[in-house]
């Protein structure tokens, strides 16, 4: 067992309109922190994950229809980028069978006029004008009219995406509470010391009341209200499934 469950239970300090930057003077008596710059480490890692991971504010119930659309928009970006690397892929053998056509046109034809008339519904005219039509002038500039070199260089790089040949099965880990929850253990128990626990998160009721005050023990405490501060949305069912795969990791 943690400290935590063993303590009385205290009223922990309101951090409602507290700024972030004044957020470790304001616990750090209370929750024993001593190290404020490991503290603004692990805030700024918090703050730049919400930023750069969340597409939303607000938080939405873990039986929430729209929180489960997250795996069927996995499995449609997936399906749709497998397409993109195949057309990448046609695309340069397109090109390549192009390049290939011309060269065996110029071999067979060799820009002969009888030929060329023959072949072309076109006048080459008078004889003393040796320039090629306009109208076939792409079998000459085919590939000096545009960049092929930067479109073969881009659909390269298009094929060469690293899709997974197969995807995770079940719904989508919340992998951005996770790794919140991570790191705000390795600040809790392995720069600060203390024991890492939950007591109150593992009490339904209390996760079915989704309430972070009625969190408990001081480590958990500690865990809703940093990410709550530092902008990660969450649920209290959310923030135990996380903090149990946390553990297991």
Same mark, same amino acid.
């Given at each position: 067992?943690?400290?935590?469950?063993?303590?009385?239970?205290?009223?922990?300090?309101?951090?409602?309109?507290?700024?972030?930057?004044?957020?470790?003077?304001? #616990?750090?008596?209370?929750?024993?922190? /001593?190290?404020?710059?490991?503290?603004?480490?692990?805030?700024?890692? @918090?703050?730049?994950?919400?930023?750069?991971?969340?597409?939303?504010?607000?938080?939405?119930?873990?039986?929430?229809?729209?929180?489960?659309?997250?795996?069927? +928009? +996995?499995?449609?970006?997936?399906?749709?980028?497998?397409? !993109?690397?195949?057309?990448?892929?046609?695309?340069?053998? #397109? #090109?390549?069978?192009?390049?290939?056509?011309?060269? +065996?046109?110029?071999?067979?034809?060799? !820009?002969?006029?009888?030929?060329?008339?023959?072949?072309?519904?076109?006048?080459?005219?008078?004889? /003393?004008?040796?320039?090629?039509?306009?109208?076939?002038?792409?079998?000459?500039?085919?590939?000096?009219?545009?960049?092929?070199?930067?479109?073969?260089?881009?659909?390269?790089?298009?094929?060469? #995406?690293?899709?997974?040949?197969?995807? @995770? /099965?079940?719904?989508?880990?919340?992998?951005?509470?996770? +790794?919140?929850?991570?790191?705000?253990?390795?600040?809790?128990?392995?720069?600060?010391?203390?024991? $890492?626990?939950?007591?109150?998160?593992?009490?339904?009721?209390?996760?079915?009341?989704?309430?972070?005050?009625?969190?408990?023990? /001081?480590?958990?405490?500690?865990?809703?209200?940093? !990410?709550?501060?530092?902008?990660?949305?969450?649920? @209290?069912?959310?923030?135990?499934?996380? $903090?149990?795969?946390?553990?297991?990791?």
């Amino acid at each position: 067992m943690g400290d935590d469950a063993s303590e009385p239970v205290i009223t922990r300090p309101s951090l409602e309109g507290t700024l972030l930057s004044e957020t470790f003077e304001a #616990i750090a008596g209370f929750y024993k922190l /001593k190290n404020a710059d490991a503290f603004d480490d692990l805030t700024e890692y @918090l703050v730049a994950l919400s930023c750069r991971d969340q597409e939303g504010e607000e938080y939405r119930p873990f039986s929430d229809p729209e929180a489960a659309a997250s795996t069927s +928009r +996995r499995s449609d970006g997936h399906a749709i980028a497998l397409r !993109l690397r195949d057309h990448a892929t046609q695309a340069l053998k #397109i #090109i390549n069978a192009i390049d290939e056509d011309l060269k +065996r046109f110029d071999a067979v034809v060799n !820009l002969h006029p009888p030929l060329l008339e023959a072949i072309f519904d076109l006048d080459l005219g008078d004889p /003393k004008d040796l320039t090629v039509p306009p109208e076939i002038g792409s079998l000459l500039q085919f590939f000096g009219a545009a960049d092929f070199k930067g479109v073969e260089l881009a659909l390269s790089q298009l094929e060469a #995406i690293p899709v997974r040949n197969k995807l @995770l /099965k079940g719904p989508m880990p919340n992998v951005t509470l996770r +790794r919140a929850v991570a790191a705000c253990r390795h600040y809790w128990r392995g720069t600060e010391g203390h024991s $890492w626990s939950m007591s109150s998160l593992k009490e339904k009721a209390v996760r079915d009341e989704n309430n972070r005050q009625f969190l408990q023990g /001081k480590c958990e405490g500690f865990v809703s209200d940093i !990410l709550t501060q530092c902008g990660i949305v969450f649920g @209290l069912h959310e923030l135990c499934s996380a $903090w149990s795969a946390v553990d297991k990791s």
